[in-house]
């Protein structure tokens, strides 16, 4: 497993581009397989049945091992590898690009049709968002409930994330934290704790955080 890596977020948002009168609409998913990037695909290619051309494009696995292109009747190389170059250059492993194209009525010819490809799938990204996946440890400290307003203070300002509180006899904290860190947080909320809370370790679990636009 990568301790980090980026990949497009969990989501259904379409973006759209026009260009001279066509209409170019990206749609993007978050895929772990080819047959289940094969499959998005042919949804896309049913729902837009009657678009000129649904090109496309994903790169899949750890060390990107699997990536594809389809032209989808434009011309030889103007869509379908520009939308690889874009997953490449953007570093998003394990997503899926479709860009369905209704003509406009004007043709764009070859460079054209690159850089409008290229943005389409530029746009997609930053419509449904990048995503860093960190590898991480959850880590749970159980405290009596006059500790819960100082350690939720403590956390909101420490760069460790709160996974979720359960409110039991005992307050239960679920943080994220890096594998490379857990005694150094443990040693950190034993102190803030007095050495009243019991820190146990959970399981280990990928935490996602929205990367800025590009």
């Known amino acids: ?25 990206t749609h993007t998913k978050r895929v772990t397989s080819e047959e289940e990037a094969q499959a998005f695909i ?8 009657t678009a000129n051309h649904n090109c496309s494009a994903y790169m899949i696995g750890e060390h990107n091992q699997i990536q594809k292109a389809n032209d989808d009747g434009e011309p030889t190389g103007t869509a379908g590898v520009p939308m690889l170059e874009v997953l490449k250059k953007r570093d998003v492993k394990d997503t899926a690009v479709v860009v369905t194209r ?59 994330d709160v996974k979720s509180i359960d409110y039991l006899d005992l307050v239960h904290v679920h943080t994220f934290v890096p594998t ?22 959970g399981e280990t679990v990928y935490h996602e955080k929205l990367l800025p636009k590009v």
């Open 180 to 201: 490379t860190e857990m005694e150094s947080f443990t040693e950190w909320m034993t102190e803030l704790t007095n050495g009243q809370g019991e820190i146990r370790t």
């Open 1 to 25: 497993m990568l301790n980090t890596y980026k990949t497009v977020k969990i989501s259904d948002e379409v973006s759209e581009l026009i260009i001279e009168r066509s209409q170019f609409l």
């Open 42 to 49: 042919q949804e896309i290619k049913k729902k837009h049945k």
């Open 102 to 160: 209704y003509f406009g009525g004007v043709k764009l010819g070859a460079g054209g049709l690159i850089r409008a490809y290229s943005k389409a799938t530029s746009e997609g990204l930053n419509e449904i968002g990048v995503v860093e996946r960190t590898l991480m440890q959850v880590m749970t400290t159980v405290v009596d409930y006059t500790w819960l307003g100082k350690l939720e203070n403590e956390l909101r300002q420490s760069p460790y």
